[in-house]
């Protein structure tokens, strides 16, 4: 079992920025590509965006490019979401996965 960490959810406005992050203190952190997903309330979860092991790939959902951006720090085993210019339509649970496993998420609601 491991153990994947989101943190940086919270209650913002439209237009607002926001950064989670996803924590895996784990010594493999740096060898495996890493995801984004979100589920939002009586909705499946969708892909938001992926980074591979080194950082030079990435790919993100159409609904997001152009405002959130993937990125980690191996060195800090972590991965990062910068969502900017966020919308209601971002309101979900975020959750991290790497090597087919999961964290508990992290609730982002968008709301005026």
């Known amino acids: 079992q491991a153990d994947l960490v989101e943190s940086g959810g919270g209650l913002v406005q439209p237009g607002d920025s926001l950064r989670l992050s996803c924590a895996w203190f784990s010594q493999v952190f740096s060898v495996f590509p890493m995801s984004w997903y979100r589920q939002a309330p009586g909705s499946q979860r969708e892909f938001v965006a992926d980074?591979?092991?080194?950082?030079?790939?990435?790919s993100y959902a159409d609904s997001v490019k152009g405002r959130f951006t993937v990125s980690r720090d191996n060195a800090k085993s972590t991965m990062y979401l910068q969502m900017h210019n966020v919308k209601p339509e971002d309101t979900a649970v975020y959750y991290c996965?790497?090597?087919?496993?999961w964290g508990q998420g992290t609730q982002v609601t968008v709301s005026s």
């Open positions: 980074i591979s092991f080194d950082s030079v790939t990435t």
């Open positions: 996965s790497g090597n087919q496993f």
